[in-house]
């Protein structure tokens, strides 16, 4: 079980001084899905990137914790009561994602020349070393790793490196692939590159049931998919909270993707704050009523 806790949280453009985020308040856990809705420019994504750990975004007030209980990975690492709560301010995006935070990216990069298959299996190595080394305190040789350059790039280095080998992994993706009504030939192609926007989004949630967050945040996730393609997406995303006990902290527009997928609590962002939390049914009054109720309620004012 992880608890995501963001406490008053204010963000900024980190080159400016735009305010975002004015004070957000929310927790997400193990198991439940959480819908964050509201209109364009609200601080839905910057959010999203701030949990992240996003660069461009620069946090000036309140706290990101990470709440871990002692099972939380299993026989893999064992977590001492004083490695329980994390600040995701004070670590680096790889660090988080080592903790059991994934983003799904509204927009995924294309990269060609580095395969699924390649990029999976690194990404998940490297969230298995990075974890050793910060429950374990484990630290490798960084003159030895920089000489070496290879030790996490899906492009080089020896085809059975890390923690999982390549025929283990080949064993972990089929199944995943399976479970996503996958082809199979996606796993060979380079990563996005040439992929519709449905496989673009279907490959993300490919990535977190291989990565198995505690915490997943999809970013408008549901965006350009065709009625199939949202139905295979939202079945994977079932799967993260019913199969892996994956919180996810789901980001959307609409109301169709949570047809699907059953939100536990609905959220509406407004100007940089979270305005009103509600069941699933808030979301289908959001659907046929807009937004501009629900700032009158909150603020008096349309």
Do not use: C
């Not at 963000?11 to 819908?35: F, Q, R, T, Y």
């Not at 291989?210 to 408008?220: G, H, K, N, R, T």
Request: zero cysteines; proline letters at 3%; aromatic letters at 6%.
């Amino acid at each position: 079980m992880a608890r995501l806790e963001l406490s008053n949280l204010h963000a900024e453009v980190a080159e400016g001084d735009e305010k975002i985020l004015e004070g957000v308040n929310l927790e997400v856990e193990s198991g439940e899905i959480h819908a964050l809705m509201g209109p364009n420019g609200s601080g839905k994504s910057t959010t999203a990137k701030v949990i992240a750990g996003h660069p461009a975004y620069e946090v000036t007030e309140g706290e990101v914790l990470l709440h871990l209980e002692e099972d939380e990975f299993g026989d893999e690492v064992e977590i001492d009561e004083d490695q329980r709560t994390w600040n995701l301010l004070e670590l680096e995006p790889n660090e988080r994602a080592a903790l059991g935070i994934f983003l799904g990216f509204q927009y995924p990069a294309e990269i060609d020349g580095v395969t699924m298959t390649n990029f999976l299996r690194t990404a998940l190595n490297a969230k298995i070393e990075e974890r050793e080394e910060l429950f374990e305190g484990e630290e490798g040789d960084d003159e030895e790793e920089a000489d070496e350059g290879f030790e996490t790039s899906p492009m080089e280095g020896p085809a059975d490196e890390g923690e999982v080998g390549v025929a283990e992994f080949q064993e972990i993706l089929q199944e995943k692939m399976e479970a996503l009504d996958m082809d199979e030939r996606f796993a060979q192609r380079y990563l996005n590159a040439g992929f519709s926007g449905g496989e673009k989004k279907q490959n993300e949630v490919l990535q977190a049931a291989i990565l198995e967050p505690s915490i997943a945040v999809l970013d408008e996730i549901d965006s350009g998919l065709d009625i199939d393609r949202l139905q295979d997406v939202s079945a994977g995303i079932n799967a993260l909270r019913d199969e892996q006990g994956t919180g996810i902290l789901q980001i959307t527009h609409y109301q169709r993707i949570l047809d699907y997928v059953e939100p536990d609590h609905v959220h509406v962002m407004l100007d940089g704050q979270i305005a009103k939390s509600g069941d699933a049914s808030l979301a289908a009054e959001l659907e046929d009523k807009g937004y501009d109720w629900v700032r009158e309620e909150v603020y008096g004012t349309a």
